[in-house]
Structure formats: structure tokens, C-alpha cells
């Protein structure tokens, strides 16, 4: 149980990085949490598609339109993003990171009957409704990207912590539903990737002082020695390469964003991984209106919401 009233914060600005205004940063958590909200709503779309049949269907899939074998709505979210939601909103009623506020959300949340829930998800949320607990035991087999995909809220309220207490943050609302060392790993270089964007830092610090380093302590991460993956699956490692290499090869949000989603597979998770980063990298006048308006406005504004009360914290 992590309060963020109880450990000294570090010092905001780091090496590498520049001199952010708060208002700045509250922008850009904004920014943030819209483009994972983007991003998840612009790949549902071609969820478990190749990138051959995308290519087939829609050319270049460029618009939020819905579908999908979801059957979406335009601009409807999955799970990524009102996982996201559940768990930012009892961050904010408990006023901390606590793996037990964090629980009751997700079990609330899968009892509202959400459009889509992930095996190892739901597999952990019934053992807490069962037992209580609310860590899993370690598996190798749980390295999926659930708890990586609903990390920013927790990116975003421990703003100013030092990165031991991030990490463990992290950790607490990751292993109710996922513990294993490669999704800790991915969790929590994504939530110290995403503070160090709201902070200043840009593409080529990120790459140096966060994707190198993960790769290096887990070489299941490298994105740049392998094959580029063109169908990336759930598997939190195809993830990530998927989310670094269209990250760190485009220059904006939009081209970011079309470039990962087109690779099809679990396209609304990586959307919304990238969407969370390129949004805190490029900020919000980055972010595409016709993208922004196509969202549901009920997410939109509870994105927005959330956002500037995380940071607040």
C-alpha cells in the first residue's frame, strides 16, 4: 500500500530531461491519457487482424469508425481504457496506490459487464472475489500486457516519487491479475517512460535511458536485433517491440499511432500504449481532431478529468 503523502519525492527534473511548467504537465498528462483512449479506440477496430487483411479492408486504416469483431460504436473504448479508468478512480477515492482499493475496481468494473476482459484478467479477478487476495501467485505463463495496458493512472498520481516507490506501485495493481517478470518489467518501464515525458524528456532520452536499459535486463525486449513483428499478440514482450519500434521510427502522434495499429494483432493494446506515450512526448496539440471529436464523449471527458485529478495528487 503505497500513499503518495508518505515518501519523499525526488527531485522533478533528471538527466536528460527539460524544465516542464506544471501547467505544461498537465497538459501533457492530459494529452496522455486521451491518446491511450485514442489509441485503444482507433485499433479495436482491426483487433486480430493481419496486416494483410487491413491492408484488404481499409488500405491504410487511418479513421475511428467502430467494428471490428468487438462491433464496436465509433469512438468506443475496450477494456484497456476503462480498465484504466476503474483504476485511477480508486486511486483517487482511497488517495493512494492500494492493491485492495485497486481489486474492488476491477472486480466492480468486470461485474458491470465490460465489452471485452482478458483471460488472465478475469482469472484473477475471480480469485480475488473467491479468496481476497489480491496478488496472484508468480506464473511464466502470465506475461500478457493487462497490467501494462492500465498503468497510467498510477504513472500519473506518483508523479514525483522516487522510482523504487513507482516500481512498487506499479507492482501492487499489476500482480492482482498478472505477476510475472517480464510484465512487472514492461509495467513499470512504461510508467517511468511516460513521468519522464511529462517532465521533458523527448524520443531519444526515452530510447536511451528506458527501452535500451529494459532490453538489456530482459533480452526478450530487443526491438531492433529481431524481425520486426508485423502481427504482435498479447504476449507483453511482441507488445512492447511492436509499441518501441513504431514509437522511436515515427516523429508525430498520428504517424506513431498508424503505423502500430496497422500491424493489426492486439491492435487496441498497442494503440493505446502508444497513444499514452506519443500523447505525453507530443502533448495535446499533437493529437489529431478528427481523432480527438471521434472519441465517445463520456470517455473524453472522463479522460480529461481524471488526468488533471492524478496529477493534482
Not at 508518505?6 to 516542464?20: V, Y
Not at 492530459?30 to 485514442?38: K, P, Q, R, V
Request: charged fraction near 20%.
Amino acid at each position: 500500500m503505497l500513499m503518495p503523502s508518505e515518501i519523499p519525492p525526488t527531485p522533478l527534473l533528471q538527466r536528460g530531461e527539460h524544465p516542464c511548467p506544471t501547467g505544461d504537465i498537465k497538459s501533457r498528462a492530459t494529452a496522455a491519457y486521451l491518446g491511450m483512449a485514442i489509441g485503444d479506440a482507433f485499433g479495436a477496430t482491426v483487433e486480430f487482424m493481419t496486416p494483410r487483411e487491413i491492408a484488404a479492408h481499409y488500405g491504410r486504416h487511418d479513421r475511428i469508425v467502430g467494428g471490428g469483431w468487438l462491433r464496436l460504436k465509433p469512438g468506443q473504448v475496450t477494456d484497456d481504457t476503462t480498465m484504466a479508468l476503474a483504476l485511477g478512480e480508486s486511486i483517487l477515492a482511497s488517495g493512494g496506490v492500494f492493491a485492495g482499493a485497486a481489486a474492488r475496481a476491477f472486480d466492480a468494473w468486470m461485474r458491470a459487464k465490460p465489452v471485452d476482459i482478458g483471460s488472465t484478467v478475469r482469472r484473477g479477478l475471480l480469485n480475488f472475489r473467491k479468496s481476497g487476495a489480491t496478488e496472484v501467485d508468480y506464473s511464466e505463463h502470465d506475461a500478457g500486457n493487462g497490467a501494462a495496458m492500465r498503468v497510467l493512472p498510477v504513472a500519473l498520481a506518483m508523479l514525483g516519487q522516487s522510482e523504487a516507490a513507482v516500481r512498487s506501485a506499479c507492482r501492487a495493481q499489476a500482480h492482482i491479475t498478472h505477476h510475472n517478470a517480464l510484465s512487472d518489467a514492461a509495467t513499470e518501464t512504461l510508467a517511468l517512460m511516460v513521468q519522464a515525458a511529462l517532465r521533458g524528456s523527448d524520443t531519444v532520452r526515452l530510447l536511451h535511458d528506458y527501452a535500451h536499459p529494459l532490453a538489456a535486463q530482459h533480452p526478450e525486449f530487443t526491438f531492433r536485433a529481431v524481425r520486426q513483428r508485423q502481427n504482435p499478440s498479447g504476449y507483453v514482450v511482441e507488445t512492447l517491440q511492436a509499441v518501441f519500434q513504431a514509437f522511436f521510427d515515427t516523429d508525430d502522434f498520428e504517424s506513431c499511432l498508424i503505423d502500430v495499429v496497422n500491424r493489426g494483432g492486439d491492435a487496441d493494446t498497442t494503440g493505446a500504449i502508444a497513444g499514452m506515450l506519443a500523447g505525453a512526448v507530443y502533448g495535446l496539440d499533437a493529437l489529431p481532431a478528427r481523432w480527438l471529436n471521434g472519441l465517445d464523449p463520456d470517455v473524453r471527458s472522463a479522460c480529461a478529468r481524471q488526468a488533471e485529478a492524478l496529477i493534482a495528487m
